[in-house]
């Protein structure tokens, strides 16, 4: 009856998960909770953590507090710079915090210039600077993440985000899409970016890829891989525009000449006769408006010439039209040839003259109509 009794306890206690007790009686030894593995945890290996670190230590981006243009309170502030270090934080690289930058340079979210790019960069031993802007208007939120290069303060990258009629929350996930964005590009980026090498003739050409300033010819710089629109333009030249794709370590160099405006006058020659045959018609059309209506001497000197009723002699020159039209066919030409002459760049070299260049002359367009000229353009 007492082994029927010991045999009962020992499978209710199995069953209630009291205590683990051998058919033969003797106690097994307790087992200690903190030792106890779990179910699907190995028994003699931990679980690594996730990003234990970056794959690239030397790749390193700053990243500068919020800067708000509207009103916000400090907490969501707050709020939304921890969105934005957890979005950066899962990237494969290193990052500096917000707090971390402020403390190395003060003033760092206002900071919008080269200078102080440079000088966060030397502070902080980053890389690449991330800079984002928050515009607040009542309830209508633009976010606006950008990366930099600190050397010269070229923005490589950049993301914007918007919203209407939404809340901190909404804002918050603006903010975290963006530097998710950012974050792939700058994945892009620590695994060995592409560059690009551009020059151009004239030099000095405007550079813009994707649409943002990049910089001016020539150009060496670090480009996020992808596809790419590259628009190079200067003033007086037709713009080029070129689709290139950049593979990651890999150089694109590439040279452009720019071809300049086709002049719509002619040639500073046509300048000079236009204005020669206007002054002379101008001259002929005043000589003819003076000479109207006064007496023809040679044709009253004769004998027989008809005088009025006072003895005045009948024949008078009739020049008034004549004088009218070449009045202003000579102004036209002499206006013509002035256009001509600008726009072809005479008398803008003065190599013997040791006063301080003026500004040069710039016609952008230049047109003919029906007893008009028109000039446009900034002199």
């Not at 916000?72 to 290193?94: H, I, K, P, Y």
């Amino acid at each position: 009856m007492s082994r029927l009794r010991g045999f009962v306890a020992v499978v209710v206690a199995s069953v209630f998960g009291m205590v683990s007790v051998p058919l033969t009686g003797s106690a097994a030894p307790p087992v200690d909770a903190a030792e106890a593995p779990t179910d699907g945890e190995a028994t003699d290996t931990q679980a690594p953590p996730m990003n234990a670190g970056p794959a690239n230590a030397d790749f390193k981006a700053a990243i500068l507090p919020i800067a708000v243009e509207g009103e916000m309170s400090d907490a969501d502030r707050d709020r939304l710079t921890q969105e934005l270090v957890d979005g950066l934080q899962r990237g494969n690289f290193a990052i500096v915090s917000p707090t971390e930058v402020e403390a190395a340079v003060s003033n760092a979210d206002s900071c919008d210039k080269k200078r102080c790019y440079s000088k966060i960069g030397d502070k902080t031993g980053a890389s690449h600077i991330v800079r984002s802007v928050v515009t607040v208007n009542e309830r209508d939120y633009d976010v606006s993440v950008a990366l930099i290069d600190p050397a010269n303060g070229n923005v490589l990258a950049s993301s914007q985000e918007s919203c209407e009629i939404c809340g901190i929350a909404d804002a918050g996930g603006l903010l975290s899409a963006a530097s998710a964005t950012l974050r792939t590009k700058l994945e892009a980026l620590a695994s060995g970016p592409a560059s690009l090498q551009l020059a151009s003739e004239p030099t000095g050409a405007i550079v813009s890829i994707d649409g943002e300033v990049a910089g001016t010819t020539p150009l060496d710089m670090p480009v996020v891989p992808g596809k790419k629109v590259i628009r190079i333009s200067a003033e007086g030249y037709i713009a080029i525009e070129r689709e290139v794709t950049f593979v990651e370590g890999v150089s694109e160099s590439l040279s452009f000449e720019l071809e300049e405006v086709p002049s719509k006058l002619p040639g500073a020659t046509w300048g000079w006769v236009s204005l020669g045959v206007g002054t002379a018609g101008l001259g002929s059309g005043i000589a003819l408006t003076y000479l109207h209506g006064r007496e023809n001497k040679r044709d009253c000197s004769r004998s027989n010439a008809t005088k009025d009723g006072d003895g005045d002699c009948k024949f008078l020159w009739n020049t008034k039209w004549a004088g009218a039209g070449a009045s202003i066919a000579g102004a036209a030409l002499l206006t013509l040839g002035v256009a001509i002459l600008i726009n072809s760049g005479v008398g803008k070299k003065n190599k013997g003259s040791k006063k301080p260049k003026k500004e040069k002359a710039e016609v952008s367009e230049v047109g003919l109509g029906p007893g008009s000229i028109l000039i446009r353009g900034r002199f």
